[in-house]
């Protein structure tokens, strides 16, 4: 069985950064991850994903050239690093774990962490 644990949420300024870190635990290192947020009143939507090897990744077109999505699969982690932050990108974000293919649709999806707090003030 699969767990995943996000951390490194919290209020920030926009234009600023935070690091997102989802810690897997019962072995991850074949799987793609990916990132998701969901903002309050709306639907989780996707918002980067990693091939297993981390060697593909995948944003949606709003953050691209702002995130950066990472994984060490020595320490079962993959990161989320955030920068030039928005008030937008205020959400709940989660981390998933896909045991198949690389793909933006949750339903793609095996597992999933708690989720981790991210607000961005203006």
């Known amino acids: 069985q699969v767990q995943l644990v996000e951390s490194g949420g919290g209020t920030v300024q926009a234009g600023g950064s935070l690091r997102l870190s989802c810690v897997a635990s019962?072995?991850?290192?074949?799987?793609?991850m990916g990132w998701f947020r969901q903002a309050a009143g709306k639907e989780r939507e996707f918002v980067a994903a990693?091939?297993?090897?981390?060697?593909?990744?995948y944003y949606v077109d709003s953050v691209k050239g702002r995130f950066t999505i990472s994984r060490d699969n020595a320490k079962n982690t993959v990161y989320l690093q955030m920068n030039s932050l928005k008030p937008e990108d205020t959400a709940v974000y989660y981390c998933a774990a896909d045991i198949g293919t690389m793909t933006h649709d949750p339903k793609g999806y095996d597992y999933w962490g708690q989720g981790t707090q991210v607000t961005v003030s203006s």
């Open positions: 019962g072995g991850t290192s074949n799987y793609a």
């Open positions: 990693i091939s297993w090897s981390g060697g593909t990744t």
